[in-house]
């Protein structure tokens, strides 16, 4: 079941995710030249991590140039990074990000710089153009074990639009080219933080919202209807999913989610929100209810019995019977609440649906 009392923890890592999304649209909108543009970059990348200091090195034969650097990473020598005294060296040459929770403790870094410039977690990501890596982005704390799988992926991404947009432009020789260049790598950053944001916020199988958007919506809900009671939370669980899977094949228990997810979307209004949470289990989102007790049952029968209406799926004639619960605002319940009402309602309708042994 989805674990109700985590929901807070995932609306902070949903807004942690939106705001590398964001940052990506900003550093692909970035107008100004190659300097500003890393700039950019490094102070974005502290913005959104835990980070201290950032720094983006060039590659130039072995060596490393230091390009743009920021915060903690101003107290570093090149002769620090191209002798092993960081992450960079190692992460030019093996082409892999690299991720080191206590620095001091680290046997791939070398020297004192670390001890005496209180490098303690360090993370460093290639800036890849195709086969090729340009450079180096590092980052690092000074404090152990400062950064989350979160950080670590704002750092990969922000990596990619540099390696990118750097790529292009010592591929191209002259200014009219550069700048053609530079608009399409930024165009495909802008993109690919679209796919992101998308994949953040949708269940790549329903294509319904996810988890996720639906704790984001329903927190807005409660927080404008507060004292209210015109939205209710629904939930939908199907009866004997494992048993299609078992029977029919997850191909074909893929397809049912599929045809659920249409039927549940097409029986709503325009303005009611339908999500996956996970597995065979569905939740709405109803809004600008004028009398809940009376149209929530109503709105509920209707979609079990859209759902019951026997249709070919993956070729076979198969019902999709489900079991409800619902859960009317009463003005002052939380998200979590709300959620855990639906829930054990939803419980409820099942158990007293089912043919006693």
Not at 125 to 133: A, K
Not at 324 to 339: P, R
Request: charged fraction near 25%; hydrophobic fraction near 45%; proline fraction near 3%.
């Amino acid at each position: 079941m989805v674990p109700w009392a985590s929901a807070a923890h995932g609306r902070s890592e949903y807004l942690r995710l939106r705001s590398v999304v964001d940052a990506l649209v900003r550093i692909a909108e970035h107008a100004g030249d190659t300097r500003s543009f890393l700039e950019e970059a490094t102070a974005t990348v502290m913005e959104l991590t835990r980070a201290t200091g950032a720094a983006v090195l060039i590659a130039q034969g072995e060596a490393l140039r230091v390009a743009s650097v920021r915060g903690q990473m101003r107290r570093v020598g090149r002769a620090a990074f191209d002798g092993g005294e960081t992450l960079a060296r190692e992460c030019l040459r093996s082409h892999q990000a690299l991720h080191s929770e206590v620095a001091l403790a680290d046997p791939r870094l070398h020297g004192r710089t670390r001890e005496e410039r209180s490098l303690h977690s360090l993370i460093a990501t290639p800036l890849r153009f195709g086969d090729d890596v340009l450079g180096v982005l590092e980052v690092c704390s000074s404090v152990p074990r400062a950064f989350d799988g979160i950080d670590a992926q704002a750092v990969a991404l922000i990596g990619n639009a540099l390696g990118g947009a750097l790529g292009r432009q010592i591929a191209l020789d002259d200014n009219a080219k550069l700048l053609a260049q530079l608009e399409t790598a930024l165009e495909s950053t802008r993109a690919q933080a679209r796919e992101y944001q998308d994949a953040a916020m949708y269940d790549a199988l329903t294509r319904l919202p996810n988890r996720s958007h639906f704790l984001a919506r329903l927190e807005q809900a409660c927080q404008l209807h507060a004292g209210a009671q015109d939205f209710a939370v629904l939930f939908l669980d199907l009866d004997d999913f494992k048993a299609i899977n078992d029977t029919h094949g997850h191909a074909t228990g893929d397809a049912v989610l599929r045809e659920a997810a249409s039927t549940l979307r097409n029986a709503l209004r325009d303005g009611d929100l339908i999500a996956r949470l996970g597995g065979d289990e569905f939740v709405v989102l109803l809004d600008g209810l004028r009398d809940g007790g009376r149209d929530v049952p109503r709105i509920a029968e209707g979609l079990v019995a859209a759902l019951a209406q026997p249709r070919p799926v993956n070729g076979l004639e198969l019902p999709i019977n489900a079991s409800v619960g619902w859960v009317v605002h009463d003005g002052e319940a939380t998200v979590s609440a709300l959620l855990a009402k639906a829930d054990a309602a939803m419980y409820r309708h099942k158990k007293s649906r089912q043919t006693p042994d």
